[in-house]
């Protein structure tokens, strides 16, 4: 858990609950490859009356120092502060009115950024299989490369977690959508929360939590109502993705290990 650090934060989320601020707050970092229900996990911890949720602080800091284009880039360029070091001390570090605050990540989006905060936050690592993951990628980034799916900076931080003693808490899509109650629920006791039933859906459409980039990503997932059952993907990979898949898989399975469920 992490100990608040008397900053100003930037913005104030709207779904922020208005309550006395805790001594301590929670501050959850999921850590997520792209096209992997990172949506849809921060819509059910929205769910939760304890909780607020924040979608990819750092986005424009990778933006900006990888160069990488996405679409969308210039939208999410203009509407967030691409200076990471200050978001994480601003946003990550600053206060809320609840005592747990969610931050959807993207790995790679740690991307020139000292990591050294990650050990005063809890942790999650939510992964896909990579063939499941590129499939549903390429769609929108057909020339996808292994910086694009964000095993690496995954492995550094469970490597990270490892060297100071934390287990590390690795959370698999697949199991997650054949039992979200049972895999939410470890989570949570793992976290020390209390499971909540509302996790297990939430209303569709749009959230006011989204990010610039959700019309370009999030269409799927303002379908839903909740969790869905899984589904094997059979689509072929691109040829140009196929060099991602076989450089994610072995990294991809360094964290099968620690997966709970």
Known sequence: DCTDRLSTPM?????SRRREEPAMTIRINMWSSPRNLSTAMMYSWRQRNDTTVLDEPLYAHYLRTSGRRHPGTDEVLAAQNADGATVVQDILFGDYDTPVVFFKQMAKHLVNLDRRFLT????????????????????????????????????????????VGQEP?????????QDPRSVLGELCGRLGLTFDEAMLSWPPGPKPEDGVWAPYWYDSVHRSVGWQPYVSKQEALLPDVVEAYQASLPLYEQLLPYRIG
């Open 11 to 15: 913005y104030r989320p709207v779904t």
């Open 120 to 163: 005063e936050c809890r942790n999650i690592l939510l992964t896909r299989d990579p063939h499941d993951m590129l499939t549903s990628f390429q769609v929108q980034m057909p020339d996808a490369t292994l910086d694009d799916t964000g095993f690496p900076e995954m492995i550094e931080i469970l490597d990270t977690l490892l060297a």
């Open 169 to 177: 808490i690795v959370i698999d899509s697949k199991l997650l959508l």
